[in-house]
């Protein structure tokens, strides 16, 4: 079945399907939407500027707030050169529990870069409840990378982090049953640059509580940003997120991976792992995207 298998929109009520596909291209007013198609309970209202005109905000919206057994989220985004885009959401998404039947809750999230585009890719956390049956994937498609690459076809560049919670554990409610299996892939035309996968099943004690698993945590995350030219500066940038973001407290680890740096982290809870990737964020964005940080105004609400 294909990453992005068409969306059955005749489904039951006890199934929601919804689709969004966002077309952003680079205009003599900067980033702009040029293309907007959606189906079910899934959209955007507008971009948002905060940064002037090259770098839209988009804020995408999900009503119900969550998946239950049978829905399916398809999101898609492609950016044409010079277009330039940050993606978050208002809110935590939430895979509720599932129905007896255990019909999978999924997401599936592409996104299709140009040369000279740029992705930051900063949604809020997935919560798993308990007895949840989720399946998540998100595609980054970048090209294929030329031999010799000139100014107008620089590389495109992508910043992102995907952070899970399981179970409710402020309410009391432990992830001691349920399915996730969550996937972030990375190519570069038809090569793979990064693979990530988990499949986790809560009475997997050795997984759930193993030390070379999730080591009785509750809350996981994976950030992603590339492509850094040069090696040297990839080198400075990694030691500097060692020194400023790894401490006893908190079980992070920064590496490389080609012109990549991967940053993956376990924690007590969703917030305390989005203050870590967020300060990486911080770190990150203005060596790759020439940039300072600036907060989505959302996220303050």
Not at 246 to 270: C, E, K, M, W, Y
């Amino acid at each position: 079945m294909g990453l992005l298998e068409k969306a059955n929109l005749s489904v039951g009520g006890s199934q929601w399907a919804a689709s969004l596909h966002l077309q952003l291209g680079h205009t003599q007013r900067g980033t702009r939407l040029l293309q907007r198609e959606h189906s079910g309970p899934l959209y955007v209202q507008k971009p948002f500027y905060p940064e002037g005109s090259d770098l839209a905000h988009i804020y995408l919206l999900h009503p119900p707030g969550g998946l239950v057994s049978g829905d399916h989220l398809q999101i898609s985004a492609e950016l044409a050169p010079g277009a330039q885009a940050l993606f978050t959401t208002p809110g935590a998404s939430r895979l509720y529990r599932a129905r007896p039947d255990q019909a999978l809750q999924r997401q599936v999230v592409s996104l299709q870069l140009a040369n000279g585009s740029a992705v930051e890719w900063l949604p809020l956390e997935t919560i798993a409840f308990p007895n949840s049956r989720g399946r998540l994937v998100t595609r980054v498609q970048l090209p294929q990378a030329e031999p010799q690459p000139t100014p107008e076809s620089r590389a495109a560049r992508f910043i992102g982090w995907e952070i899970t919670c399981l179970g409710l554990p402020a309410s009391g409610q432990p992830f001691t049953s349920g399915q996730l299996l969550q996937s972030f892939e990375l190519w570069a035309g038809n090569k793979p640059l990064l693979l990530e996968s988990l499949r986790l099943n809560a009475s997997d004690q050795l997984l759930m509580a193993g030390a070379a698993g999730l080591q009785g945590r509750v809350a996981s995350a994976l950030m992603v940003a590339g492509p850094f030219a040069q090696a040297e500066p990839l080198a400075d940038l990694i030691a500097t997120l060692r020194a400023q973001l790894v401490n006893p407290d908190n079980h992070l680890g920064v590496t490389s991976r080609g012109q990549f740096i991967v940053i993956r982290a376990l924690g007590d809870n969703a917030n305390q792992l989005r203050q870590l990737l967020t300060r990486a964020w911080q770190l990150l964005r203005p060596a790759l995207l020439e940039r300072p940080a600036c907060l989505p105004r959302i996220w303050a609400c």
